[in-house]
């Protein structure tokens, strides 16, 4: 292709959208065999929200969203915020949850009703862990628990496993040693994720999902979306490691992601795929930014690629 052609094609990108950080970049996609998809706001909406919570003791369930809220406000992953969000609409509008004098006033609103936490730290790929009343609470996956020598009794479990075989992501919670509750987070499929999925495989790239969740939520969420090679419970550093593992063969790997977690294995990838939504440190570590947010875009990026350079090949 000749410097003419690669400006224009460029700006094709451009119009439509999609930005391309060079004629290198151009030129890597026309050979990209896999597309390594990040799940949590790349293939689904990455608008997580709580259809479920269940409380295992005879603790008020006002009461139990303000313990979890109170321990993941300081955290800024989705799932806590979706989780802080519901809790404040539980407490401000159910009628059914006691509320204090302040309650009106819109300061509190923010955070103004949560209990005081001690020691917040967040642990990546996990959940969060704080002291409230001087006893811990655990909010995260089942690792969490595991580590910290919280037993989960079978009844909790069989309800975790149940929520994850319906593509919903299990929280669970322990307070002072005892798993307490449980919480359902759903986040819906982008529309048009499935269809894209399929074109990639008419196009004989193949898909592939990575994802942080576990293997359950994971696979059910694949099956959705018809993906059938999925990577789960990849620790945050662990992504770029999938890239690795793809590229080894000599293969051409595009990453097409959002989060900051996804940074590593977006610079690893041979072509970087960055969602216009997503966070800035992904769409400086790419090498396309997808401004629409659209997965079609996929296939517009690699369709320009293959169409520019086709006549040297
Ligand atoms: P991804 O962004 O790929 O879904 P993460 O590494 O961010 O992966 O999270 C992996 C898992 O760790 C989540 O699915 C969840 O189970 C747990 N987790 C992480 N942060 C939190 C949090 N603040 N609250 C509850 N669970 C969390
Ligand atoms: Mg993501």
């Given at each position: 292709?000749?410097?003419?052609?690669?400006?224009v094609?460029?700006?094709?990108?451009?119009?439509?959208?999609v930005?391309?950080?060079?004629?290198?970049?151009?030129e890597?996609?026309?050979?990209?065999?896999?597309v390594?998809?990040?799940?949590t706001?790349?293939?689904t909406?990455g608008k997580a929200?709580?259809?479920?919570?269940?409380?295992?003791t005879?603790?008020?369930r006002?009461?139990?969203?303000k313990l979890?809220?109170?321990?993941?406000a300081s955290?800024?992953?989705?799932?806590?915020?979706?989780?802080?969000?519901?809790?404040?609409?539980?407490?401000?509008?159910?009628?059914?949850a006691?509320k204090?004098?302040?309650?009106?006033n819109?300061?509190?609103?923010?955070s103004g009703w949560?209990?005081?936490?001690?020691?917040f730290?967040?642990?990546?790929?996990r959940?969060?862990?704080?002291?409230i009343?001087?006893?811990?609470?655990l909010?995260?996956?089942?690792?969490?628990m595991?580590?910290?020598?919280?037993?989960?009794p079978d009844?909790?479990?069989?309800?975790?496993v149940?929520?994850e075989?319906?593509a919903?992501?299990?929280?669970?919670?322990s307070?002072?040693?005892?798993?307490?509750?449980?919480l359902?987070?759903?986040?819906p499929?982008?529309?048009?994720a499935?269809?894209v999925v399929?074109?990639?495989?008419?196009?004989?790239v193949r898909?592939?999902m990575?994802t942080?969740?576990?293997?359950r939520?994971a696979?059910a969420?694949?099956k959705?979306?018809?993906?059938?090679?999925?990577r789960a419970e990849v620790m945050?550093?662990?992504?770029a490691?999938?890239?690795?593992s793809?590229?080894n063969?000599?293969?051409t790997?595009?990453?097409v992601g959002?989060g900051i977690n996804d940074?590593?294995a977006l610079?690893?990838?041979d072509?970087g795929?960055?969602?216009?939504?997503?966070?800035?440190?992904?769409?400086e570590?790419?090498?396309?930014?997808l401004?629409?947010?659209n997965l079609?875009d996929v296939?517009?990026a690699i369709?320009?690629?293959?169409k520019?350079?086709s006549?040297i090949?």
């Amino acid at each position: 292709a000749t410097p003419t052609a690669v400006m224009v094609a460029t700006g094709v990108g451009a119009n439509n959208g999609v930005l391309i950080k060079g004629g290198d970049a151009l030129e890597r996609a026309q050979k990209i065999k896999y597309v390594i998809f990040d799940k949590t706001g790349t293939l689904t909406q990455g608008k997580a929200s709580v259809t479920t919570t269940k409380v295992f003791t005879g603790m008020d369930r006002g009461e139990f969203l303000k313990l979890v809220a109170s321990a993941e406000a300081s955290s800024e992953h989705p799932l806590a915020k979706a989780i802080v969000a519901y809790a404040q609409h539980f407490h401000f509008f159910d009628d059914s949850a006691p509320k204090d004098a302040e309650s009106n006033n819109k300061d509190s609103a923010v955070s103004g009703w949560l209990f005081d936490v001690a020691e917040f730290s967040a642990l990546p790929g996990r959940g969060v862990q704080c002291f409230i009343d001087g006893k811990q609470i655990l909010v995260g996956n089942r690792k969490l628990m595991t580590e910290s020598g919280i037993n989960i009794p079978d009844d909790v479990e069989k309800f975790v496993v149940d929520l994850e075989d319906s593509a919903k992501t299990g929280i669970l919670v322990s307070y002072d040693g005892n798993l307490i509750g449980v919480l359902g987070v759903a986040d819906p499929l982008k529309r048009e994720a499935a269809v894209v999925v399929e074109g990639l495989s008419k196009m004989g790239v193949r898909p592939v999902m990575v994802t942080g969740d576990n293997w359950r939520t994971a696979r059910a969420v694949a099956k959705e979306v018809g993906i059938h090679d999925v990577r789960a419970e990849v620790m945050p550093a662990g992504k770029a490691d999938v890239i690795r593992s793809f590229q080894n063969d000599g293969s051409t790997v595009a990453m097409v992601g959002d989060g900051i977690n996804d940074s590593p294995a977006l610079a690893a990838a041979d072509v970087g795929m960055a969602i216009g939504a997503g966070t800035d440190i992904a769409i400086e570590a790419a090498d396309y930014v997808l401004m629409r947010s659209n997965l079609e875009d996929v296939i517009t990026a690699i369709d320009l690629s293959r169409k520019t350079f086709s006549r040297i090949r």
